[in-house]
């Protein structure tokens, strides 16, 4: 495991906000084709995070792909194969975590529930590295944003 992710293991869910702010978008246009994901943050949410996902018809969790149209669509593994799930769209605006500039990804409004109420945001850790945050829209809701990782990828691997 790569010594940054592990530095990021143990940093505290309220800790995730404060490093985002210090992070630059990228640009709208920049993300193209496949991003592996991965649940980050402290243990007890990465443990969490599966069981979670499941209910919301999210289970087995692949990663993204992003179109350069600016649509995003979540990568999802059932019965052995690749999944494309829930439609999202790119747009450039303010952050909901801390108002500066950000890439949010909104799930269509066609979504099921929860999904049309809950943006990821992404910023840059480095060139091959996004940290995302998972956020329901919802004004109360917004003080838990939920952190994942994304790395581009050439290939889908199983899991």
Known sequence: MNTQVEELNRL???EFPGLYA????????SLRGLFKGSFV????LRR????????????????????PQGNVVNLVWR???IERRL?????????????????????????PFPW???????????????????IARPRPLRR???PFLLQPRDTIDGL
């Open 41 to 44: 943050g402290p243990a007890w």
């Open 87 to 111: 439609p999202m769209f790119v747009v450039e605006q303010a952050s909901y975590i801390d108002q500066g500039p950000s890439l949010i990804v909104s799930y269509a409004a066609d979504n």
């Open 116 to 134: 049309p109420w809950i943006v990821d945001e992404l910023r840059i850790i480095r060139q091959d590295l996004l940290l995302g945050m998972t």
């Open 48 to 67: 969490l995070a599966k069981p979670l996902l499941i209910i919301t018809g999210m289970g087995d969790w692949w990663g993204k792909e992003f179109d």
């Open 144 to 146: 838990l944003p939920l």
């Open 22 to 29: 210090s992070l630059k978008p990228p640009e709208a246009g």
């Open 12 to 14: 505290s869910l309220s």
């Open 79 to 81: 019965k052995g194969e």
